[in-house]
């Protein structure tokens, strides 16, 4: 009986030491290739919190890893028509703004969007547009559009991100339509035009689109422009333009899930990231437009000067939730991809 306590006593000292040694965890949920190893190992230096980084490659993926509820997660980072979704559908705790004190980090323009009024329940994290990326080494002609990208003669040269809703909203672009504007009508009429052009597509890549032109594989791409940025800081050769036809501007944010575990620490974290020298180290590795205009004081002119991270002021629309069409944007492009 003696030893058996012993045993016991030591069995249970040991799991609660071990759980001490592990400490507190934050779980986060964000898209891959956005947050440097830095400002994670920073954050748990700090505060003695480890992050255990999951990623995604579409607001979509996220969505569905969200709400399988397989896995509760305590930060995520949805772009701002996911943000918008998930407020209506109270999938997110309202922020305590007294925890996050670095919001007043955030240049004004970046707090007052419709899909969130008053930074509730987001606060972005980097913002940025999807635009045409070309080779110019390899592609003489010039290329400022959609229907400068998907010609024949581009076959097998071309990339873009694997993503339905972006896919459509240039098709949409191209009919003179907004972005926001995702009816069957306007399906129907995108349609024959993404017939067209995904047969042309050598590489769909949401995660790293700028290999495959760094390597030389591809020519052209519709890529985010944090990947153009990164290509125009390697070679001058890749020129970074927004599409002609009309282009789009993404809010990627952090949130809060309503059945966060660890809402104390999410506060925490998104107050760390909110600090300017921690947000420089987010625009060092993943240059893309930084809301933080304290951080961005921070930022070398070359960086400033990066045409894909800062171009030039334009008025650009901004995806909104469409509800129950956002299946029928996935089936359309799913099935189109299918019958190739
Ligand atoms: C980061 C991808 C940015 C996502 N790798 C665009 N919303």
Known sequence: MKTFLTFALTAALTFITGCGKRGPELKLLAWSEYVPQSVIDGFTKETGIRVHYETFASNEEMLTKLLAGANRYDVIQPSEYAVEALIKAGQLAPLDAARVPNLGNLAPEFRAFAHDPGNKFSIPWMAGTVGI????????????????????????RIIGVKDSRELVSWALATLGRSCND??????????PILAKWIPLVKVWDSDSPKTALLNGDVWIGVVWSG??????????????????????????????????????????F??????????????????????????????????LA??????????LEIFRDIGKAAAQV???VTDLKNAQ
């Open 182 to 191: 995702v009816t069957p009508e306007t399906l129907a009429a995108a349609k």
């Open 330 to 332: 996935d089936k359309l």
């Open 133 to 156: 990326v070309v080779n110019t080494e390899l592609v003489k002609e010039p290329v400022n559009s959609f229907a400068d990208v998907f010609q024949e003669k581009y076959k097998g």
């Open 270 to 303: 998104i107050n760390y990231c909110l600090r300017p020298e921690v947000s420089k180290l987010i625009s060092d590795a993943f240059p893309y437009t930084n809301p933080n205009a304290a951080a961005r004081k921070l930022l070398s002119p070359e960086q």
């Open 306 to 315: 990066n045409p894909a991270s800062y171009p030039p002021d334009s008025k």
């Open 227 to 268: 990947e153009a940025a990164l290509l125009w800081q390697q070679n001058k050769k890749f020129r970074y333009v927004l599409p002609a036809e009309g282009a789009h501007r993404f809010i990627d944010s952090l949130a809060i899930p309503v059945n966060a575990a660890n809402a104390d620490g999410a506060h925490q």
